[in-house]
């Protein structure tokens, strides 16, 4: 059982950045990959960015080239740098972890870029 905590989410002008940050109660230096989704009001809950336990990471068209996505095996954390946030990045954002096949979440954290 991996349980995630998702903290850095709020209010932001369009253009400026945040960093959100996921800490998980377990190593994740063997999970099999760490991601991020978001969830926009109405809207499916969408993959933002995602890293493999290799090293790998794939990104969402929408958010090439302004998300980044890092992750701290000493601290049992990924981070998702967001930067020139744009109105359409405001979600719920979520941290996903994958091992074996099972997806764990964490609660939620707020982004909302306001125009």
């Known amino acids: 059982q991996v349980q995630l905590v998702e903290s850095g989410g709020g209010l932001v002008q369009a253009g400026e950045s945040l960093r959100l940050s996921c800490t998980a109660s377990t190593s994740i230096f063997n999970i099999d990959s760490m991601a991020w989704y978001r969830q926009a009001p109405g809207k499916q809950r969408e993959l933002v960015a995602r890293?493999?336990?290799?090293?790998?990471?794939n990104y969402a068209d929408s958010v090439k080239g302004r998300f980044a996505i890092s992750r701290d095996n000493a601290k049992n954390t990924v981070y998702l740098q967001m930067n020139s946030l744009k109105p359409e990045d405001t979600a719920v954002y979520y941290c996903n972890a994958r091992d074996w096949g099972i997806d764990y979440w964490g609660r939620g954290t707020l982004v909302t870029a306001s125009s």
């Open positions: 890293m493999t336990s290799g090293g790998t990471k």
